[in-house]
């Protein structure tokens, strides 16, 4: 079992920045593909950003590419996001996830462990 934790979310203005953190525990972190997903009111859940146990692959939606970036710190057993020049439509919450291994880390399909999600508001 993975226990995953975020924090770091709340209310921005557009423009400004977000840190996200994602605490695991349970299990070798090192191990893991840990993900980013968030899911707007009234949406479906969509990916934002993933990264391997090595951070040697990194992936990213498109509409955040340039934008945020997805690290991770495997001494910590922490997953971060940071989300610069942040837009409204970044409103939404966001869910880590960790995988155990997968072919399509875009996929939520693809994560067998999912924190409870932080909410992110950017205001206009």
């Known amino acids: 079992q993975v226990q995953l934790v975020e924090s770091g979310g709340g209310l921005v203005q557009a423009g400004g920045s977000l840190r996200l953190s994602c605490a695991a525990s349970?299990?070798?972190?090192?191990?893991?593909?840990m993900g980013w997903f968030r899911q707007a009111p009234g949406k479906e859940r969509e990916f934002v950003a993933a990264i391997s146990w090595s951070g040697g692959s990194i992936y990213y939606a498109d509409s955040v590419k340039g934008r945020f970036t997805i690290s991770r710190d495997n001494a910590k057993n922490t997953a971060y996001l940071q989300m610069n020049s942040l837009k409204p439509d970044d409103t939404a919450v966001y869910y880590c996830a960790a995988s155990l291994g997968g072919s399509d880390y875009t996929r939520d399909y693809e994560y067998d462990y999912w924190g409870q999600g932080t909410e992110v508001t950017v205001s206009s």
């Open positions: 349970g299990r070798t972190f090192s191990s893991l593909t």
